[in-house]
C-alpha cells in the first residue's frame, strides 16, 4: 500500500473494501491483508472471480479503443477504482490524443489516488469528480467542466450498477444518465449475471463489511439499455465482445455497447 496519504485518512485496513479487492484480483499492489484475505475466500469459493476481473478490464479497454476507433472524443468513466494498467484516458489517447476523460468515484481510498489518473496529453484533457453514482446532477455538473456535454459522450458503467441493489433503480438511474447526453452518446455496461452460484458469492463477499453487490439478469440488463442501440454483438458474455484473438472462455460478467440515436 502506498506510503504518502495523509495521515488522517481513515484506510480501515482491517475491512475489507471493494476497490482494494477488485485490485487485488487484477495483480495490483494497493491492497491490505483483509482485502487479500476475502480475495482469496472468494477465490476458494468461486474460482472464477478472478477472470471476471481480468474480463472486466480486457473489456473496458477493448470497447474504449473501440470507440475512440470510431470518433468518440470524451468519456465519463463512472466508479473508476483504483489506477491500474490501461486506464480509460491511457487506451483512449493512445488512438485519439485530443480524448478527453472525467472519471467519477466517491471513496476518501481512489479520492487519493487520483493524481494517478490526472495525467493526459497536451491535446486532450482528464478529470476526476468526487461524486456518487446515484446523484447525476453532482457528477454531470462537474463533469462539465471538462466535458462538452452538448456533444456525444461514453458513459462507461464498468461492474459498477450492482452497488444499486434494486433493479429498477439501477435502470432509471442508467436512463437519467444517458437522457441528458447528447444525441451520438454510448454506454459500455457490464455487470455480473445472476445464478445461485453468483448469489452466493456476493452474499459472501457483502458478509465480509464492504459494499455488497447485487448482480443482474439478463433482462434487469437489457432494460438498462432501454431507448437505445445495443450494437452487435449485443447482450452476452463480455469475453465475446470483438476478442482479440480466440475468445477466452465465457464469463459471468455480461455486458455490452449501446447508442444513444
Known sequence: MTDDLPQDLDLQPDVPHSARFWNYLLGGRDHFPADRELAELMLREYPAARDLARASRAFLGRAVRHLATAGVRQFLDIGAGLPTADNTHEVAQRVAPDSRIVYVDHDPIVLQHARALLTSTPEGATGYVDADLTDPDAVLGHAARTLDLEAPVALLLMSTIGHIPDASAAADLVRTYMGRLAPGSHLVLCTTLASPEVDEANRRYADSGTIPYVASTAEEMA?????????????GPINRWYPEGAPDPDVDQWGYVARKE
Open 223 to 235: 432494460a438498462m439499455a432501454a431507448g437505445l442501440t445495443v450494437l452487435p454483438p449485443g447482450l
